[in-house]
């Protein structure tokens, strides 16, 4: 009686142990489901956030550089009242804020923009120049020697909003002469976005 009573608690028992192994694998493979959902989540939203970044940054992607002249020689004033310089020559217009038929940058976005104008000159006449932001002059490159050339250049951070405007203006009897070596250009880029 003793042998049947333990055969049946051990084949009871084996049982037991059976269906316990097969809960514990339905758990775990209930587990790992759940955990490859998250990750699968995860992923998702690290995909999302990461192209959402890249399209933020390509938003902010602002810079340009041009040189007033396509090719050849060209001399530029002096005229008897201010004029609006037109930089042709384009090297750079990353995010195309820079117009090379108007000379005029617009901002496409709000924030803290470098700009930069080199000159050149020869002969006589004065060499002056200034970047204007909304019709207001902010800087200044001059020269005025007596004989021979004449090079200046300047640099400012304006502060922009959407749709400000900054060119660069040729002073009244002023006068810039420029080559296919590019003397004379006008460059700008975003430093940051402001809120």
Do not use: C, W
Request: net charge positive.
């Amino acid at each position: 009686m003793n042998i049947r009573e333990l055969t049946a608690t051990v084949t009871e028992q084996k049982m037991n142990i059976r269906a316990l192994e097969t809960r514990l694998r339905e758990q775990q493979t209930f587990i790992l489901k759940e955990m490859n959902k998250k990750n699968d989540e995860m992923s998702n939203l690290t995909r999302s956030q990461v192209e959402e970044l890249r399209k933020e940054n390509r938003e902010r992607e602002i810079a340009f550089s041009a040189g007033l002249v396509q090719s050849g020689y060209a001399d530029f004033g002096p005229f008897t009242t201010e004029i609006t310089l037109t930089y042709k020559k384009v090297f750079t217009n990353i995010g195309n804020a820079y117009n090379p038929i108007t000379g005029i940058f617009t901002a496409p976005l709000k924030g803290a923009y470098m700009f930069r104008v080199s000159i050149h000159g020869n002969g006589e006449t004065p060499a002056t120049v200034g970047i204007v932001k909304n019709g207001e002059h902010m800087v200044i490159a001059h020269d005025d020697q007596a004989q021979a050339a004449k090079n200046s250049s300047n640099g400012v951070v304006l502060l922009l909003k959407v749709g400000d405007v900054v060119y660069v203006r040729l002073r009244p009897k002023a006068r810039v002469a420029e080559t296919h070596d590019n003397y004379n250009s006008f460059s700008g880029f975003l430093l940051f976005p402001l809120r």
